[in-house]
């Protein structure tokens, strides 16, 4: 039976299309965006440790109270913001489900939603899917920052969702405090909702403050502020997020999130809740991460491949147009295949495919990862 394809323009996301490629050819895969080290051992033993003591069950529909709490306290010590861990605080299955049920809340047929491209592959459906309009606004080439002017002209009554992410992905650009000023001054007081992408909030380097929605009361009263454990603690697999909103807002998001998912993994939530208390796990994730990022640009400057800056989350955009001036796709195809590390060709985070003949690394694996596939990328 035929059916009408309510995302005709949605294929297979780029990142099982480029990790599927990078298996099929046994190649180094710096493509999807995950760790290749081992989870925390203690918290492996916390996830089993409630799993034996009976938490096994439905968690509740918000998430596990402790959790709620842990993430409350967090908040207000990190951006200096009173979060109410009972109304405010939503748990999710990853923040992909936080950004849909965000979206689902809010956009209504025919509401416009500020995209701001390059942009992660999740919102744009997700958008679609409830009838809203994206409007795309690029980030300039080759520092990715926001024109302040263009969103301002962008802006129209059916504008009724802004979505930001910050630290960005896929090019490690970070929000800084004169954006946050521009957007409070472009949004003013008319009504309109901001999304905060803020999955890689404790990535972020050189001693740069990350700039949360969270910080600004004039902005957090109208926003979903999204994270997700995942990216905190190497567990990209066991999908737990959460969204930090004013309660009105909460309540409408809550009444997607109980029907989409219900409730997430149970004993995950309690381990979660009991290890947030060590503070350094997350707190020395930055440098953890800038390490690495140091260690892969050192590795790499033989190389014809050239590093844009990139000031948090685990990527890294390298420019490949000293190489060759094949489009990203067909040159991240070729990487894979005939040399054997997989990269993201970032056009795809495009409506238009733009190409600025870049790839997106993945830089969360071990140094000996980072090692073997600089070697190969230094002789290309
Ligand atoms: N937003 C961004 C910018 C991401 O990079 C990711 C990671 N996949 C997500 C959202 C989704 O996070 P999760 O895996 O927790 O669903
Ligand atoms: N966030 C990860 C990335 O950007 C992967 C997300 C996914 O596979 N859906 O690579």
Redesign the pocket.
């Known amino acids: 039976m035929n059916i009408e394809s309510k995302l005709p323009d949605v294929g297979t996301t780029i990142f099982t299309v480029m990790s599927r490629l990078a298996q099929e050819h046994n190649a180094i895969n710096l493509s999807q965006?995950f760790p290749d080290f081992d989870v925390n051992p203690e918290l492996i033993d916390l996830v089993a440790k409630y799993m034996r003591a009976g938490q096994n069950q439905y968690a509740p529909m918000q998430g596990v109270p402790a959790l709620r709490q842990a993430i409350a306290e967090k908040t207000g010590a990190l951006y200096g913001a009173s979060v109410g861990p009972e109304t405010e605080v939503t748990v999710t299955s990853?923040?992909?489900?936080a950004?849909h049920c965000a979206i689902s809340a809010v956009v209504r047929p025919g509401d416009e939603v500020i995209i701001f491209e390059p942009a992660?592959d999740?919102y744009v459906p997700a958008v679609s899917l409830n009838h809203g309009i994206p409007v795309y606004i690029t980030l300039t080439f080759p520092d990715y920052r926001i024109d302040w002017d263009q969103v301002h002209k962008a802006l129209s009554p059916k504008t009724r969702l802004i979505i930001l992410?910050s630290p960005h992905?896929p090019t490690g650009m970070i929000l800084q405090p004169e954006d946050m000023t521009a957007l409070a001054r472009v949004v003013g007081d008319q009504k309109i909702f901001i999304i905060g992408?803020e999955?890689?909030e404790h990535i972020i380097f050189d001693n740069v403050v990350h700039e949360s929605l969270l910080r600004y009361p004039d902005l957090s009263s109208k926003s979903f502020v999204i994270s997700?454990f995942?990216?905190t603690y190497h567990t990209?697999g066991w999908?737990i997020?959460y969204c930090i909103a004013p309660e009105a807002l909460s309540t409408e998001f809550r009444k997607v999130h109980q029907f989409l998912t219900f409730a997430s993994n149970t004993p995950i939530q309690y381990a979660y809740a009991e290890i947030m208390q060590k503070k350094e796990l997350y707190l020395n994730l930055a440098s953890f991460y800038q390490q690495k990022r140091d260690q892969f640009q050192a590795l790499l400057k033989p190389s014809r491949f050239k590093a844009l800056p990139c000031r948090g989350t685990y990527f890294q955009m390298l420019d490949y147009s000293a190489i060759t001036d094949e489009p990203n796709e067909i040159f991240a195809r070729r990487l894979t295949t005939e040399f054997g590390v997989a990269a993201i060709p970032p056009s795809v985070f495009y409506h238009n495919q733009d190409d600025n003949h870049v790839l997106r690394f993945c830089f969360a694996k071990k140094d000996q990862t980072l090692k073997e596939a600089a070697e190969i990328l230094c002789k290309i």
């Open positions: 965006g990853g923040a992909t489900e950004l992660f999740s992410n992905n992408d999955v890689y997700s995942g990216k990209t999908k997020g």
